[in-house]
């Protein structure tokens, strides 16, 4: 990332609102009345109304007032769950195939869209191309949590479009400026902890360097690692100090952070109150029966013994 572009980002995310986990069903109650018989995509929401998105010279927020935003934001939240399930199932088979090294890429493609979902979760969207020839950072979260109403924020982001990195950046300043946490305590820590270059250290020596590989033995025979199921099948809150996925080791990998990223995405779509979800039981059906695919996920005492299938919603 160019300093130009990380001072520009660093600054957008300073006009973004701190979160209040005891106001997390009442701002989604706001964004969530009155479901229409059709939602459309939030960027095709946006565009309709590109006109709103022209700012005067020294602005770089402003609020605005579009119907449904919040029902394509669950749609959006639905879709990124889906996605990663899909990368779940994959890794799985490649560990199952004794290839580690896809396992991990697999894994880091379900971890990004996992933070999407938990940022779309906490009221942010990252436009994912321009409007009035701008990338913005979406913020429904009320700025005032007493007056809850159905306003929203934009927030000027520049001409760069937002990368991977920046994702993580903006989930560890959503970390940092809440109280009363939607998450896991140990999770929050280890969230802030990251440096988000290190996120896709792996993937990007792969993507960049013809000759890397993380396990050699992937290119030759089988190399099934048989630890990694044993950390998800029982899950303890050691892992949060434990993890570093830097290091290359199957006790140490993309798959254990996508199983963290994963526990806390449900933690805070549980505590969503059912009634405002009403009418979204196709989508949350759908969601619970891509969780059962992933096999290891419904064995006792695993990672999600608190929050098996059955009980999710």
């Given amino acids: 990332m160019s300093k130009s572009k990380e001072h520009q980002i660093e600054k957008s995310l300073k006009n973004l609102n701190h979160r209040n986990g005891l106001f997390f069903n009442d701002f989604w109650r706001v964004h969530l009345q009155n479901k229409p018989q059709l939602v459309n995509k939030t960027v095709d929401l946006l565009s309709s109304r590109d006109e709103e998105f ?17 029902h394509s934001f669950l749609q959006e939240i639905f879709k990124l769950s889906f996605k990663s399930l899909v990368s779940g199932r994959s890794f799985l088979r490649d560990i199952k195939n004794g290839q580690h090294t896809h396992a991990n890429i697999s894994a880091y493609n379900g971890c990004l869209n996992w933070a ?6 906490c009221g942010v969207w990252i436009t994912p191309k321009k409007i009035q020839n701008k990338f913005w950072l979406i913020d429904f979260y009320p700025s005032n949590e007493k007056k809850i109403s159905s306003d929203f924020k ?15 950046l903006i989930l560890q300043r959503l970390f940092r400026t809440s109280k009363n946490s939607l998450w896991e305590n140990e999770f929050k820590s280890f969230i802030l902890e990251l440096d988000a270059n290190d996120i896709a250290f792996h993937r990007n020596l792969i993507q960049y360097h013809n000759d890397y590989w993380l396990h050699l033995e992937d290119l030759e025979e089988d190399n099934m ?11 303890n809150p050691e892992i949060y100090y434990t993890l570093d996925i830097r290091e290359n080791s199957p006790k140490n990998s993309m798959i254990i952070f996508y199983l963290l990223l994963a526990r806390n995405f449900y933690i805070m779509f549980n505590k969503l109150n059912p009634s405002f979800t009403h009418g979204c039981d196709c989508e949350i059906e759908n969601l619970k029966n891509s969780f059962n695919q992933i096999d290891f ?17």
């Fill in 154 to 168: 934009i927030i000027d982001i520049g001409t760069n479009q937002i990368g991977h990195i920046e994702v993580w």
């Fill in 54 to 70: 022209k700012l005067n010279s020294t602005e770089k927020v402003k609020q605005l007032n579009i119907d449904y935003i919040g």
């Fill in 297 to 313: 996920f419904n064995k006792k005492d695993s990672l999600w013994l608190l929050h098996e299938v059955e009980h999710a919603f």
């Fill in 116 to 121: 999407k979902a938990i940022l779309l979760m």
């Fill in 225 to 235: 690692e048989n630890d990694i199921f044993n950390i998800i099948h029982d899950f």
